[in-house]
Nanobody, 124 residues
Framework: VQLQASGGGLVQAGGSLRLSCVASGRASSVYAMGWFRQAPGKDYDFVAAIMWGGDTTSYADSVKGRFTISRDNRRNTVSLQMNSLKPEDTAVYYC??????????????????WGQGTQVTVSS
């Protein structure tokens, strides 16, 4: 499975961005998709995840109510709508795919495939 993330950019605080991640290859083997982020000098943080075949979602407390994860199975795409962005949301955002049939994970080892990352910068 190959993952291609896009949609990052520079936005002012309070603004919005929409990230997308397209899965190719054996996308049918994917059970869940997630987004993680890594700020400069920090470890990866879980952001959100969604089941590929259902509506189960999971969010980090820091983004709950501001970010929305969604999927389009026909296009093998998962999106992350980010509203009310804050400077602390600045990070490289990575999409990831899990091939194990289980609820969406919140840890890096839960995911088998990773995209290349897209930079999100929120200015104050």
């Amino acid at each position: 499975v190959q993952l291609q993330a896009s949609g990052g950019g520079l936005v002012q605080a309070g603004g919005s961005l929409r990230l997308s991640c397209v899965a190719s290859g054996r996308a049918s083997s994917v059970y869940a998709m997630g987004w993680f982020r890594q700020a400069p000098g920090k470890d990866y943080d879980f952001v959100a995840a969604i089941m590929w075949g259902g509506d189960t979602t999971s969010y980090a407390d820091s983004v709950k109510g501001r970010f929305t994860i969604s999927r389009d199975n026909r296009r093998n795409t998962v999106s992350l709508q980010m509203n009310s962005l804050k400077p602390e949301d600045t990070a490289v955002y990575y999409c990831a795919a899990d091939k194990t049939p289980r609820a969406p994970g919140r840890a890096r080892p839960d995911y088998d495939y990773w995209g290349q990352g897209t930079q999100v910068t929120v200015s104050s």
